[in-house]
């Protein structure tokens, strides 16, 4: 009898909690959890009763990051599936599903947010899987040997800002899925084997870092690289083609390395590199750029390294670019100027004007290479301001000049 009327009572109360539970006062749910015991220790007539309108995982963090941490261990586990040579050994701590313990991967709390594996000499490919890393703010995969291309997937990286891929055998043309990575700031291609042209939407998306030099990248300078928003732009050691943008400077960027070398860069140098007044190291060498050195380089008064050798230049060097004061390595070597002034020659840094055709000075080219000058007949704008005005150079230029 006693346990008989504990089952009707047990019974009862259970139906008045589930009635309970399915009020809702002023749009809150309430929760019930209540546990109901037979009391006799077997557990048959043992009950647990949860009811109400609560979020069943409000626990903060333990179903969300079971499922980041499932999630990473899935993407690192079918990367580490298209790895087929790992010399270093760095996969061998890729066991288990802790990722956080695994080479070469950083995580916050259980979050992966970084993966390094620079100069692990890994061979194979990317996986489209990693972009199941929605916490990945930093992949650098510097001096490997991954090859292919880059999965599309890869734009679905929100967190990621720097992706440094350089000094690996990817190929293709250029990974266009890098420009739809919602908040990247950096991006290294260096030393690889892209192709093709670099597209124009390059230079307006928000990047402080562009590094696509030693590849083999063709067609023009896209015409908006002066709008671009990078402290760092190198496309040195590529095959370039056609002149540098008039564009270069025009909204007065705050660039301050510009690479340009060993490319076939044609045409002058525009005068509207004058406004890069932060700009430190610039760098045209090894092209067939022609006709006078502007002026208005003698406002880059931030200015350490110019390197303008290899060209076809001509005509004097002008005095003004020898009294930037924060020079420390000029180089005009192998190009056709025919002369520069004793502010020039009292330079105090390292200064190479051999191979040119300057009068009275030693290594200079032979006469006959010097009775036809190259791009003669090219001309150049030139600012008709006189003392230079360095303030003043923007404003003539966006007169003048369309980007």
Same mark, same amino acid.
């Given at each position: ?44 007539? #043992? ?95 510097? @001096? ?24 690996? #055998? ?130 880059? @008064? ?42 020039? @020659? ?58």
């Amino acid at each position: 009898m006693m346990m008989k009327k504990k089952k009707g009572t047990n019974f009862k109360l259970l139906c008045l909690l589930l009635f309970l539970g399915s009020i809702q006062t002023n749009g809150f749910g309430i929760g019930v959890g209540v546990g109901i015991g037979g009391g006799d220790g077997d557990g048959d007539d #043992g009950v647990w009763i949860g009811a109400g309108g609560g979020n069943p995982n409000s626990n903060p963090g333990s179903a969300p990051k079971q499922q980041t941490t499932n999630a990473a261990y899935r993407a690192l586990q079918s990367w580490k599936t298209a790895i087929t040579e790992d010399p270093l050994g760095v996969l061998k701590t890729w066991v288990g599903e802790d990722v956080c313990t695994y080479r070469g991967v950083f995580c916050s709390g259980s979050y992966v947010t970084s993966i390094d594996l620079n100069k692990a000499n890994l061979k194979g490919t990317i996986v489209k899987d990693l972009s199941l890393l929605s916490d990945l703010t930093i992949l650098h995969l510097n @001096s490997n040997r991954f090859s292919g291309q880059i999965p599309d997937s890869f734009r679905n990286l929100d967190s990621l800002q720097e992706l440094d891929l350089s000094n690996n #055998g990817f190929s293709g043309s250029f990974p266009q899925v890098t420009l739809y990575i919602p908040n990247l700031v950096y991006l290294d291609l260096r030393f690889n084997d892209f192709t093709g042209s670099i597209p124009e939407s390059l230079f307006s998306k928000q990047l402080d870092a562009i590094l696509l030099n030693d590849n083999q990248f063709t067609g023009e300078i896209p015409r908006n690289l002066g709008y671009s928003t990078a402290s760092v732009i190198n496309l040195a050691n590529n095959r370039l083609s056609g002149e540098i943008p008039t564009s270069f400077g025009i909204t007065g960027s705050k660039l301050k390395e510009v690479l340009f070398l060993n490319n076939q860069l044609t045409g002058c140098i525009p005068e509207s590199v004058g406004l890069f007044s932060d700009i430190e190291v610039f760098d045209v060498s090894f092209n067939s750029l022609m006709g006078h050195v502007p002026d208005t380089i003698s406002c880059l @008064s931030e200015i350490e390294v110019l390197n303008l050798g290899h060209n076809k230049f001509s005509g004097d060097l002008p005095d003004l670019v020898c009294a930037l004061r924060n020079l420390i390595n000029l180089t005009v070597s192998f190009n056709f100027f025919s002369g520069f002034s004793s502010q020039c @020659s009292s330079l105090s840094v390292g200064f190479d004007f051999t191979g040119n055709c300057i009068p009275g000075k030693g290594y200079q080219r032979s006469q006959p290479d010097c009775s036809a000058i190259p791009g003669g007949q090219l001309s150049c704008l030139r600012i008709p301001t006189q003392p230079l005005t360095c303030a003043g150079i923007g404003v003539g230029l966006k007169v003048t000049k369309s980007p």
